[in-house]
C-alpha cells in the first residue's frame, strides 16, 4: 500500500489537537495489542493482512498529525520568548492547557524530524510493523553525529561534581522515550573506566547524580573512582516522571568520599531540596551547585559532563559549550 497524505482537517488549536491525539493513540494501542494477539494465532488468518494496513495508515497519520502539533508548540513559543544578539533565550515556555513539557519536546522533535518519520514508515511497513512515536525518536538520536570526546583535564582535583549520561536497560513505553532519546549514554563499565582517581586528591569528595533504577549499580562506578559512600541529598522534583513501579519525582544526590574530607563550612543542610524540574531533559537545578561551593568554598573543583562554563570549576564534556 502506498503511503497515506499527511494529515488535514484537524483541530485548530493545539489543546483541542492534543485531546485528539490522546484519544486516537489510546484506539491505535488497542488496535495494536489486537493485532499483536492475531499475529500469535495465525499470522495467515483471512483479514489480517488489511487490519494490519489499516493499523499503519492510522499510526501515520497520527505521527504527522503530532508533527503538526509540534509545529504549532514551536511558533506559539518562538512568539513568547525573545533571542537577544548574544544568542540567549528570555522568558518562559508557555504551554496551552493539557500539554506538559515532555509531550512539547517529543512533538516538536517529529516536527523537526518528518524526513525520519518518512524513513521510519517506510521500513515499518516493508517488515510488517506498525511505526509508532518510539521507533521515530530512537531513529532520530541514531541520525545525530556523535559529539568527540574530549580527553580529561590535567591536575588533581578535591571536589568532584558527576551528573554521568547513564545507560539505562529498557526503553520505557511508547509515549514517554527512555533517556537515550536525548544524548548519548554511557555504560556502567565505560564510566567505570574513566581514570577519575587520577584526577583526585588523597582526600576529596564526590557529588555524583544518580536515579533510583540504577542505584545498585552505581556503587560499582563509586568503587572505580576511588571513593566510598556516605550519604545523600535527595531532590524533590515536584513534576512527577513516568516509572514502572511508581510515579518518579525524586533524583539522588550521593556524597562518597576519598580520605577524610569533611566539609570546609560547618553549616547542616537539608537532606531534601525541592525545585520543580525544567523542561530541558537532566538538567539539573543550580541550587545544587551553589550548595557544594558554600560546603567546600576553599577547594579546587571538578564538573564531570557539565553543560556550561562556571566561574571558579574546570567543566568536562562534550558540549561545545564548555570547549
Known amino acids: 500500500m502506498s503511503i497515506v497524505k499527511r494529515p488535514s482537517n484537524l483541530p485548530a488549536k493545539p489543546e483541542e489537537l492534543n485531546k485528539w491525539l490522546l484519544f486516537n493513540k489510546e484506539k491505535l ?10 499475529k500469535r494465532i495465525n499470522e495467515s488468518m483471512a483479514g489480517y493482512q488489511a487490519a494490519l494496513e489499516n493499523t499503519q495508515d492510522t499510526a501515520e497519520y497520527l505521527l504527522y498529525a503530532e508533527a503538526r502539533l509540534g509545529e504549532m508548540l514551536e511558533k506559539q513559543d518562538r512568539s513568547s520568548r525573545r533571542r537577544t544578539p548574544d544568542g540567549k533565550v ?8 493539557g500539554i506538559d513539557k515532555k509531550q512539547s519536546h517529543y512533538a516538536q522533535e517529529l516536527h523537526r524530524n518528518e524526513k525520519v518519520i518518512a ?10 510493523e506498525v511505526p509508532v512515536r518510539q521507533q521515530v525518536l530512537k531513529a532520530i538520536q541514531k541520525a545525530k553525529p556523535k559529539p568527540e570526546t574530549p580527553e580529561l583535564p590535567k591536575g588533581k582535583f578535591n571536589v568532584i561534581y558527576a551528573d554521568p549520561p547513564w545507560k539505562y536497560g529498557d526503553d520505557l513505553i511508547e509515549g514517554y522515550g527512555a533517556v537515550k532519546h536525548h544524548y548519548p549514554s554511557m555504560s556502567i563499565n565505560e564510566l567505570c573506566n574513566l581514570p577519575v582517581s587520577q584526577l583526585t586528591y588523597v582526600n576529596s569528595v564526590l557529588f555524583l547524580w544518580v536515579t533510583s533504577p540504577l542505584l545498585a549499580e552505581c556503587w560499582d562506578v563509586i568503587k572505580a573512582w576511588g571513593f566510598e559512600y556516605k550519604t545523600s541529598f535527595v531532590w524533590d522534583k515536584i513534576q512527577h516522571n513516568y516509572g514502572h513501579y511508581n510515579s518518579v ?13 569533611l566539609p570546609q563550612d560547618k553549616t547542616l543542610h537539608d537532606s531534601v531540596v525541592s525545585i520543580e524540574r525544567s523542561s530541558k531533559h537532566s538538567e539539573k537545578p543550580e541550587y545544587f551547585r551553589k550548595l557544594i561551593e558554600k560546603m567546600y568554598p576553599n577547594s579546587k573543583k571538578l564538573e564531570l559532563f557539565g553543560r556550561e562554563k562556571v566561574d571558579g570549576w574546570i567543566i568536562y564534556g562534550n558540549d561545545p559549550a564548555v570547549r
Open 29 to 38: 494501542h488497542s488496535r495494536i495489542s489486537a493485532l499483536k494477539a492475531a
Open 90 to 97: 528570555h522568558g518562559q515556555e508557555t504551554l496551552p492547557e
Open 119 to 128: 524513513q521510519v514508515i517506510s521500513k515499518a511497513r516493508e517488515k510488517g
Open 249 to 261: 519525582r525524586h533524583e539522588f544526590l550521593l556524597v562518597c568520599t576519598r580520605g577524610s574530607f
